[in-house]
């Protein structure tokens, strides 16, 4: 009897312990498909989104802005993220060992990113860097130019003293450059020009087109090179038109009308 008790015993803890399973020596996790930005707000998502795209440290801080909008006519809020990457541009200067000169063009360069984040998704851009001085952050403000459904994205940025806007829409849950034109041009100096802005019913479809006119404006003096990335001149619009840009949406790009 006592034999039948042990052997009982034994078969009964045979049948309840599971082994683990051996793992083959060359097993690698599936890491393709883990979401990094899992449990993450939306602000930390998108400060990791900017470290990953721009090769950013953890430790190191980040100069970005974030600008709201409805860009692609569904109910959700959608975002444009800028980043300015001052510090790197003068970190690759020195390296360069052309500071000085460098420094007189404003580190001109591809140290301005702008980002777009879709509302509804939730997915994010690649970092698109428009070519401009990192001395002066790019400037968002938004337009009902495409539709009045949705809000289309100007991007202004400064090279030297000279000031441009481009124009950005959604097309696929994507920003399309569709257009650049220039806001002013040799502020401070004696040829200084600039222009204002304004957006009238569409030539050939019924996305509107892109009038620019000669403004007038004070000519500042500056005391400093740094004060011409910070100066917003006061343009006024006159009567002469300088460029008439029309629509074409065969090919999603604006043309100058001759």
């Known amino acids: ?22 793992l083959p020596e060359d097993f690698v996790p599936d890491v393709e498909n883990v979401d990094p930005f899992e449990g993450l707000s939306k602000v930390e998502t998108i400060e990791l989104h900017i470290r990953r795209e721009l090769t950013i440290s953890p430790d190191e801080p980040i100069d970005y802005q974030i600008y709201e909008a409805n860009c692609d006519g569904d109910d959700s809020l959608d975002a444009v993220i800028t980043v300015n990457l001052l ?16 420094a007189a063009l404003g580190y001109m360069g591809n140290y301005n990113y702008m980002i777009y984040r879709d509302g509804f998704s939730g997915k994010m851009s690649s970092a698109r860097p428009i ?7 790019l400037k968002v403000t938004f337009e009902n130019i495409r539709s009045e459904r949705q809000k289309d994205i100007l991007v202004d940025h400064r090279v030297l003293n000279a000031a441009y806007r481009n124009f950005f829409t959604i097309t ?41 006119y000669v403004g007038t404006f004070d000519n500042p003096t500056f005391t400093s090179s740094d004060e011409v990335y910070t100066f917003e001149p006061d343009i006024k ?22």
């Open 237 to 258: 619009k006159t009567g002469q038109l300088q460029e008439h840009w029309f629509f074409n949406p065969n090919d999603m790009k604006y043309y100058l009308k001759k």
């Open 172 to 212: 696929n849950g994507n920003p399309l450059r569709v257009n650049q034109v220039k806001l002013f041009d040799g502020m401070g100096t004696k040829d200084a020009v600039g222009f204002a802005l304004e957006y009238e019913e569409g030539t050939i479809s019924q996305v509107k087109d892109i009038k620019s």
């Open 131 to 137: 070519a401009s001085s990192p001395k002066a952050k």
């Open 1 to 22: 009897m006592k034999y039948f008790w042990i052997l009982t015993l034994i078969l009964f803890a045979g049948c309840t312990e599971t082994e683990e399973p051996e």
């Open 87 to 102: 510090e790197r541009a003068v970190d690759d200067a020195i390296k360069s060992g052309n500071v000085a000169k460098k």
